[in-house]
């Protein structure tokens, strides 16, 4: 049973099993979420597609320094369910979820790898290096659209354009 384009579910998300079929959004797509979240006072972290059980999703991931709570959520949630009707940039079905980052942040940018720097990564590259298209490990240096990832004793130079999804192993406190 195909969703309804546009349907909405809000929550925070914790990702159980990190790189599971997500994918980055596209700049078309970013460009129409990015004022509407901003606008809201609201950090844009990032946003990607993955196949759910009802369909496909588009999971945005926003922030604010003190946090973020259910009720910004749902403020977030009605704002771009309108505005990405009225834009129509998604041309099939799909349901919108806006979440925290959760336990296992999401890396979409270079600064955000740059603030990860001595975390263990999850990583999953679109070509990836040397036949190799996932790697997990300890962030070590971030420069210039790398991201170096140490895995088993061996670094890895990682083309941050190259990232179809990446996120941080959180550790609950």
């Known amino acids: 049973m195909e969703a309804p384009k546009g349907?909405?579910?809000?929550?925070?998300?914790?990702?159980?099993?990190?790189?599971?079929?997500?994918?980055?959004?596209?700049?078309?797509?970013?460009?129409?979420?990015?004022?509407?979240?901003?606008?809201?006072?609201?950090?844009?972290?990032?946003?990607?597609?993955?196949q759910a059980e009802n369909g496909v999703t588009l999971r945005v991931y926003i922030d604010k320094p003190e946090g973020i709570v259910m009720e910004d959520c749902a403020a977030v949630s009605r704002q771009l369910n309108a505005v990405l009707d009225v834009e129509d940039t998604i041309k099939s079905a799909y349901l919108l979820e806006v979440s925290s980052p959760g336990v296992d942040r999401p890396l979409f940018t270079e600064a955000h790898f740059a603030a990860q720097i001595g975390e263990t990564?999850?990583?999953?590259?679109?070509?990836?290096?040397?036949?190799?298209?996932?790697?997990?490990?300890?962030?070590?240096?971030?420069?210039?659209?790398?991201?170096?990832?140490?895995?088993?004793?061996?670094?890895?130079?990682?083309?941050?354009?190259?990232?179809?999804?990446?996120?941080?192993?959180?550790?609950?406190?």
């Open 121 to 173: 990564v999850k990583v999953r590259l679109s070509d990836g290096v040397g036949g190799r298209r996932n790697f997990k490990g300890e962030l070590v240096a971030v420069q210039n659209d790398t991201a170096t990832v140490e895995v088993d004793g061996i670094d890895y130079d990682l083309a941050i354009s190259d990232v179809e999804q990446a996120h941080i192993i959180g550790r609950l406190p």
């Open 7 to 50: 349907a909405f579910f809000i929550g925070q998300y914790l990702q159980s099993d990190g790189i599971s079929g997500m994918q980055r959004a596209s700049a078309q797509v970013v460009e129409v979420v990015e004022p509407v979240v901003t606008g809201l006072g609201y950090e844009l972290v990032g946003a990607e597609f993955g």
